[in-house]
């Protein structure tokens, strides 16, 4: 298999490693360049010890600026930086050629109102945000495959987008009413120093956060508005769990009259039997996250509460892998021309 | 402080330990006798090392006959049994002036078809439990303190009526569209030899069971119903996680015409200012089950999503203290006129 | 009961947290203090929100100064302040009649040449390090009832002195072969925002540190070579463990010839029958945790290797109260004549 | 790559969870037959939720006689068996030709005498108990790679033999002083429905058990007493800890005279440099086992006591990959002339 050059921007955190993870062993990329600011000249497996030994590992993190990342030079860069830095990085690599996954909030919205009113500042590069394709494979296949730049999606969205979008394209439910209640493990808060974060305070610990407007509203209600041919909005609560990865969603909608169960079950089955990494449970299986960490599945299930006529929507991931990495790669291979699942069929 | 001579009918599970726990430490109580046809013979703390050379602690398990109980005698009995074997205690009892506190689901509901619907078997005594007072403190105090016999509240419902039925009493909220989803810690699914709460099985997962119609639903829809003067359904979906003890419950629910954050606020800090275990966090604040396990508070947050016109309620408790025990002592302290919080200022 | 008039010096922190959870129950506490740089002016249930609507839970955290502690004023106070820093109290406030109880390693030594060799600075006041007493109430009682200034044994040195001391006063071990091998919760590491506490970097992780040579080795020996009635030198190696208290000592040690089970075990009963915290759970059976956290026992379990002649001590107990908070309110329950359990029988 | 056809005989535990998910994704393997009593009839994929729609999942469980293995027919077997029951399949499956590598413990010893004393009875096939290689790869590649069955070792062994055997063959450290702590997730218990392994007993619990005779203990002193060429006898205490899966061991021995710690490094890296799955962290460094969960690597970290003239050894390994099925199919990449690495460089 043709090894692509691939670069790593911003590799030091969870996201980041769990990128390294799958890049390090997938057998259509040469890791080219990672880049670290804070740990410049040390080698992967110094900072990650869990990569000691793995072929490739003894990589060393470059400094972060476009012209020593160019100089490795990759033909394919992933950013795993933070919302509002990616966005300095994109034009200058995909004018020198290179195709960018960036897994950053930054290019994943059409509206620059909408990113203004989101992320409370204007973006830095409108066009680029335009052209930039949201790189849920499942649903952006064909634009991915020619995209100069992909919008990786959130973990949040992922796991609410995914569900909702046949039952809303199909009128199977109302656009108005839809309720999705997120929980998430704590790598989802990122690697960083904070009290919040510290064992003692999120073992033995359940809490929302983040309500009642979190960002990754954002792109859901992008997605699921073009899905319903109709702008919606959705309430999204987001909690914190003490897992270390996984997301759970469970999504609530009313049907619309006259839908049963075996429409729900249909309709998902007609949308996702080829898809690669959505495994649909079956009517009235609940999802379990830890069936999917570490993998790049997110697994559905679903049911109906007849005495209140709602559609009850149970979807797993794992947030840095599905939600992050992993569709990213996902997103890569389609760009590279890869069987769609090299590098992906992680147990 | 005089004390009440008491018993502990079925002592050996989890809600069991930890009603033992609390009346162990009780300055009100003197307890005579537990039961455990498993463990009869056997001291509290051969069972439960963590209350070896407590005083009290020495006590033995006894069999689980009536007149075994009644010989102790005791003036009042909790029944930590599972549903459909309270019943078989609770006339013998109340008959031979016995003061009940059951913890199981036996004598929560008014309705014989409720019950029949919910728990698949007609009642066995619907009399006594249409006489049973439902054992919440902030609503039926009154009732409480005359009860021959109370049925304490289950643990999701506890956290689920609690914040709902003053703004269902003010008419604050859409009655039609209340959607509750609740996290619980593995101690609800009882203390049994069952893989399915297997460490590995329960450790890093995250999942929901139980949907649509868990039979939790039926008594709180009756206490909604009554608060808000009409029948009401709700959407109800419990989730499994990995932590010991604690539920967090989110629920939304429609504000009706016209209604802000400010009279939500309002409301709840009308209705709850004196009771003594309810403690509102304000609007915008989440709850944490890490700040009441262990105690006998439920903590309320609220704050209003006005995108979509909808209220978010959170609120966290520990479902075998607030979600069982807790509130069955409570109910207790009423019952015989001891102060509220009696042997429940637990940190 | 009368009630002393207590002060917390340095409460922001998970001891500080747990003194004060036990201080605030205490019949025979007034707490008049509680200082915290970083919180000032702000209640100790805005800080901690478990303990918001207990009753003293209103009082407001002072800036440190002995000025500000003094007018409050105090009968006793608690040093929860970081190794170096309560040096700085104890003079002023022992002469200004207030008695001390230090949970830094400042008071615990009587060498101040062990003390800098494992401190690494000469001791700021060795007239107050030497006059203060060890605070371990099962072998220094009477000292600690008429002591000025108490230095509270360390977490890891109470669980493992407490099996020893007996079987080296009778000679039944060898003092040259002990070895201790402690687990600790990660609340023992300090509530401090680091990323090695991180939720993901602790939780399904396991790891020692702090090896060859931890501070608390220099107690540890103290107390056991004074027991043996000569030097002895012992490997100890602490390990973090993913739980938020508790630690768990497994301590082996060479038996003296023709030493037996049953002299172990015959010993440990007489030394510590009487002791109202220490439970020896009996020949054969291990210690766990679970049993202990949130109390102040300390259970003891023992077995020997018949084939390597050695005795295997297991020892359990929460770091956070018997290893601080729960052994230093031991000792002043001790210094102000209330009968040694009080405020202490926590479940 | 030519592909072994394979089967896996008790393929329902956790170990033959981790092991059919390695051989689904060796590139050497076509697995043909995977055995369970309990689930004959089933998919694996409906039992093991997270292999669904991994190639080869859908595999159905065949119930376990011999013949039945046999007419899928398997070129290797592995035994995932409880002990004492792998013996009943060993003599039949290689007498018609496949190779065995038998996970459980009765092709791990010897000396029939010693398996009697640890296992309580004797050995059901004594020539084939002798025959059988302890399949330790870094030990005993060359007869491995001949033998008709290999033994595979134990967890737990595996994590303290691997350390101490070149020191012992060196005569760096005394044979006569050797203890091993080792902690151990609740994986090493086995998926099987009892109390004691219940979320809520487990979780927040750190405890001591087996002690002081492991059955391990017998397969542990053959391997270190041929190291040391002396019979040799050492002290084994596991404990089980709140992680799924991970060993972390500690073990502490006295140093011979005059040797240091260089002497111990130089040692150490002579030993393993070129073997791939055993690394060597370095002098002082602490091995941690969320560095090696889930994968085949072994970690060892070390560092001398100078004041007790103890070396302590530091190993850290996931007990059901490196610790059984890893470890297993890495003999079996030896037996079958693979590359050692293959289908095992797993993060």
């Excluded at 949040?156 to 997120?182: D, F, M, Q």
């Excluded at 079950?265 to 449970?281: E, G, H, I, K, S």
Aim: some cysteine; hydrophobic content about 40%; charged content about 20%.
């Amino acid at each position: 298999m043709k090894r692509v050059k691939t670069a790593v921007v911003g590799a030091s955190g969870y996201t980041g490693q769990e990128l390294l993870r799958i890049l390090l062993l997938h057998p259509g990329v040469e890791l080219v360049c990672a880049t670290s600011r804070q740990y410049e000249g040390k080698a992967l497996s110094d900072i990650f010890p869990r990569f000691r030994d793995v072929p490739g590992a003894d990589l060393k993190f470059r400094g972060a600026s476009v012209e020593s990342i160019l100089s490795t030079p990759p033909q394919a860069a992933f950013l795993a930086l933070p919302h509002g830095v990616s966005v300095e990085y994109g034009r200058a690599l995909v004018e020198a050629g290179v195709r960018v996954v960036d897994l950053s909030a930054d290019f994943r919205l059409n509206d620059p109102a909408v990113y203004e009113e989101f992320y409370g500042k204007p973006h830095a590069d409108v066009p680029l945000m335009q052209e930039a394709v949201y790189g849920m494979p499942e649903w952006h296949r064909d634009q991915i495959a020619h995209a100069r730049i992909v919008g990786s999606p959130g973990c949040y969205p992922t796991s609410i987008i995914l569900p909702l979008v046949p039952l809303l394209r199909a009128k199977l439910i109302e656009p108005g009413g839809i309720i999705a209640n997120s929980l998430s493990g704590v790598s989802g808060a990122g690697r960083k120093a904070d009290i919040a974060y510290h064992f003692c305070e999120c073992n033995e610990s359940m809490r929302a956060y983040g309500v009642p407007r979190h960002r990754h509203l954002s792109e859901i209600e992008q997605e699921l508005s073009a899905a319903a041919g109709c702008p919606l909005r959705i309430t999204f609560i987001p909690h914190l769990m003490p897992v270390n990865t996984g997301i759970l969603t469970t999504t609530t909608a009313q049907l619309a009259p006259g839908v049963s169960l075996q429409h729900i079950t249909d309709c998902l089955v007609q949308a996702y039997t080829t898809a690669p990494f959505v495994r649909l449970l079956g009517a009235g299986k609940p999802a379990d996250t830890k069936n999917v960490t570490r993998t790049n599945f997110v697994d559905i299930g679903w049911t109906v509460d007849e005495r209140t006529g709602r559609v009850i929507l149970m979807s797993a991931e794992d947030n840095i892998v599905k939600g992050a990495g992993g569709q990213g790669v996902h997103a890569f291979n389609i760009m590279f021309g890869l069987p769609e699942t090299t590098g992906l069929m992680l147990l």
